[in-house]
């Protein structure tokens, strides 16, 4: 079961990211888009794991969304991974409080006691809109990109933590929730 941990978006987020890329959409980018409600926020991808090993990842997600109560996010700025010469990814800027990083960061580590590799690079928060596949009217995309460097689109309100699946297929990811994982919950 090809797997990831995450939070999921509000209605209104969901909403305002869509007209976000309906706006994008107009530069004529060869990109291609994440359907709006397929949206998250990734805390940590897993990769392939046992149906069996489901119940142990949620106990520990389970053991450290205890430590923590509801907290908001902000989704405020846009930008292009990996760069603006040759950018892959455009993305949703996230921000919140310090107990957002310190939650990923335990997830991270609690995720590792089972043996699954910490990631190398800093967590940078964020919400994928799109992929370049190829540079054909990157600039134009690039220009609308900008006028979004520091636009604030929506406050959410996190309150639980997900397991989720993602199975591919042509048609693009299809994920699934495998366990919701409330903050605060003892």
Not at 28 to 34: C, E, I, Q
Not at 143 to 162: D, L, M, P, T, W
């Amino acid at each position: 079961m090809r797997s990831f941990i995450a939070i999921e978006l509000s209605e209104a987020a969901i909403s305002a990211l869509s007209a976000l890329q309906q706006e994008l959409k107009k530069s004529g980018a060869d990109v291609r888009w994440v359907r709006p409600e397929g949206i998250h926020l990734t805390l940590k991808f897993l990769g392939n794991i046992e149906e069996k090993d489901a119940d142990r990842i949620v106990k520990i997600i389970e053991g450290t969304c205890k430590k923590y109560t509801a907290f908001n996010l902000e989704l405020r700025g846009a930008g292009v991974f990996s760069n603006m010469k040759s950018p892959r990814v455009l993305w949703i800027g996230v921000t919140g409080n310090g107990a957002f990083i310190k939650l990923q960061q335990e997830i991270e580590y609690g995720i590792a006691s089972l043996g699954f590799e910490k990631e190398d690079r800093r967590f940078t928060p964020h919400l994928t809109l799109g992929r370049f596949r190829s540079m054909s009217g990157k600039d134009a995309l690039l220009n609308a990109i900008g006028s979004h460097k520091e636009s604030k689109f929506c406050v959410i309100e996190v309150r639980a933590v997900y397991l989720m699946r993602s199975d591919l297929s042509p048609a693009g990811a299809k994920y699934t929730r495998v366990a919701e994982i409330p903050l605060g919950s003892r």
